[in-house]
């Protein structure tokens, strides 16, 4: 996935990293945050996403888990 420099804080990362991560745009990432699609802390005044988060929603996102359903003709 992304790997971070700082050993201590591999859990988490910024907006703009989850975004890359996401291949995503940062203010996409915040409205995901902001609708509860994406959980999130707030450090003061930022914002970091759990990089287990961001897994998640990319696999959730490849792999939905219920295909739209199919009308038969009438």
Do not use: C, I, T, W
């Not at 700082?6 to 907006?15: A, R, T």
């Not at 609708?35 to 914002?47: C, M, N, R, T």
């Not at 996102?61 to 359903?69: D, F, L, S, T, V």
């Amino acid at each position: 996935m992304f790997e971070r420099q700082d050993p201590e804080d591999n859990d988490y990362l910024k907006v703009a990293e989850a975004a890359a991560a996401m291949h995503l745009p940062r203010m996409a990432v915040y409205e995901l945050v902001h609708e509860g699609k994406l959980p999130a802390v707030s450090f003061g005044k930022s914002y970091r996403v759990p990089a287990q988060a961001v897994q998640e929603y990319l696999a959730a996102a490849r792999h939905p888990e219920a295909p739209a359903p199919l009308h038969a003709p009438a």
